[in-house]
């Protein structure tokens, strides 16, 4: 995930990799996607595309995934020069897309979600103990920031985030968005997708939001970023 710096005056430069006509199309066509979705819940807030899918997963996908995520996890990190102590605490590990489960828990994703899983990042497998935490921040890319160097030719600025919850929480770990005042607590196999980007394609600073501390018990989760450029095919090779 992308930290979240102010971003200089210089960032509403056009930016062939930031392209709010690309990305803004993107947004339209995952919306008449999920909102045709009978299972695809719309979450009823002001400012943000948020939406819900409850049991997406089963408890089986959900365990193997837990397993795969406790077999490779290590401290996860943030974009060099956008550490701050304290501000995300969990393990995390990027999954397999070659592994025949993962191939075929993304392709599920996409069937609901619509944007080509090549858009996708490495699928990201997250856990946090009692206490550990991830302090509020926006998904998408501050082009002002130097790991846009990077990121801006390999994929482009993010545009969705799709996040499933794993296991229930006990108490704490909620995913919670402060600017639209609502909180997702995690339950096994529910689904949240959100669009970082406004509907005109420019970046929607209101999808600000936080992994809140676990109290009791483990939280895993799984997330996928999704690109405005075919995030595989630059990156391959």
Same mark, same amino acid.
Request: aromatic content about 10%; charged content about 20%.
């Given at each position: ?10 960032? %509403? ?18 919306? %008449? ?31 193997? #995934? ?28 990027? #999954?397999? &897309? ?5 191939? &075929? ?60 919850? #794993? ?17 997702? %607590? ?21 999808? #600000? ?29």
């Amino acid at each position: 995930m992308a930290s979240q710096p102010q971003d200089a005056p210089a960032e %509403r430069k056009f930016d062939p990799n930031n392209d709010p006509a690309k990305l803004a199309k993107i947004g339209a066509e995952v919306t %008449r996607r999920l909102e045709a979705n009978p299972l695809v819940h719309k979450v009823d807030v002001p400012d943000l595309q948020l939406y819900v899918f409850i049991d997406f997963l089963g408890k089986r996908d959900c365990q193997l #995934l837990i397993d795969k995520i406790d077999a490779h996890a290590v401290p996860s990190t943030l974009y060099k020069g956008t550490q701050q102590p304290g501000f995300r605490t969990s393990s995390s590990c990027h #999954l397999n &897309r070659w592994d025949p489960d993962i191939t &075929r828990i993304e392709a599920k994703m996409t069937e609901v979600i619509g944007i080509d899983n090549n858009y996708a990042e490495t699928m990201q497998g997250q856990r946090y103990h009692v206490g550990q935490e991830f302090k509020a921040h926006h998904d998408f890319f501050h082009t002002s920031q130097d790991y846009w160097k990077q990121e801006g030719p390999t994929g482009g600025q993010r545009s969705w985030t799709a996040m499933i919850f #794993l296991n229930d929480v006990p108490s704490g770990g909620a995913t919670e968005f402060p600017h639209v005042k609502i909180g997702v %607590r995690p339950q096994a196999g529910t689904m949240l997708i959100w669009n970082n980007m406004n509907p005109d394609g420019t970046m929607n600073y209101k999808s #600000l939001h936080s992994g809140t501390p676990v109290l009791a018990g483990v939280k895993h989760i799984i997330t996928k970023w999704y690109r405005q450029n075919n995030w595989l095919a630059l990156n391959s090779g």
